[in-house]
């Protein structure tokens, strides 16, 4: 399903309102909302309408869960940091019990990052593969979603819910949730806005599917669904009516 907005405020919008709509139902069918962010720019706004009248009274913040898609391998307060942009866009302005607030480590070595994540994974969800009630992710323009790169070991990883991973021309390391975690979600919420996007946005709704290209075409929930709010520049190259 794709929604069209006509900017990225009032996308923002609509992903927040939608964020606390499936909060609610959440906590109303099993008493507690698991929400996976997305990082990158682009849920920012998202997050801070959640931080802000009249949303932040609607979300039942003592029930929320939160966890991260991807982290990049920085330390807490480097602004290139996933966990930081939403701490302080949302998180330290909305009262989650801190011991709901599940932080990738993107200080620790990346590998034992990986694996401590798959830890607080686990302790959390039991030994079943993990399903969040939310998930958030962002597109790059070069496919990829998460840390899922074009072309990565970590699009077959079939058996971690982790993995560590590396954007080429990037110097620094990722962490980054695997496939099997995202399509055991109830719901992927895609959010997408600007006209730098449209190509990748095209070729990955429009195009046969090719996951090591677009590795965003992997996240199919097989017992779950996929919106895409998308701003009318990133939607400019669609069929109309997709
Ligand atoms: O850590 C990250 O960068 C994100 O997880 C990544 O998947 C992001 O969602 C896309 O790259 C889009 O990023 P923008 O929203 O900044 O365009």
């Known amino acids: 399903m794709i929604e069209v907005f006509p ?3 009032s996308l923002s919008r609509a992903t927040a309102e939608l964020f606390a709509a499936e909060a609610g139902r959440a906590e109303a069918a099993h008493g507690r909302f698991a929400v996976l962010l997305a990082g990158g720019e682009t849920p920012r706004r998202t997050y801070e309408l959640l931080a802000e009248e009249p949303l932040r009274h609607r979300v039942p913040w003592g029930r929320v869960h939160i966890f991260w898609g991807d982290e990049r ?32 480590a993107g200080d620790l070595p990346p590998r034992q990052a990986a694996a401590a994540y798959e830890a607080a994974l686990r302790a959390f969800f039991g030994p079943e593969l993990p399903r969040f009630d939310l998930v958030l992710l962002g597109l790059g323009a070069d496919g990829h979603t998460a840390s899922l790169f074009p072309c990565s070991l970590a699009l077959d990883e079939r058996e971690r819910w982790t993995a560590v991973t590396q954007r080429a021309n990037e ?4 962490i980054t949730v ?9 719901l992927v919420v895609f959010l997408v ?17 090719e996951p090591h290209r677009h590795p965003a075409q ?9 919106r895409w709010l998308v701003d009318r520049a990133a ?5 109309p009516g997709l």
Request: aromatic content about 0%.
């Open 7 to 9: 900017d990225q405020e």
């Open 73 to 104: 391998c920085v330390p807490p307060e480097d602004p290139r940091s996933n966990v930081r942009m939403a701490r302080r866009a949302l998180l330290d302005r909305v009262p989650v019990p801190a011991g709901q607030i599940h932080p990738i």
């Open 171 to 174: 110097e620094i390391k990722r």
């Open 178 to 186: 695997t496939a099997p975690l995202l399509n055991r979600a109830a």
């Open 193 to 209: 806005t600007g006209a730098e996007k449209a190509a990748v946005l095209q070729e990955v709704l429009e195009s046969s599917p």
């Open 218 to 226: 992997l996240v199919k929930p097989a017992h779950g669904a996929v």
């Open 235 to 239: 939607a400019r190259l669609l069929r």
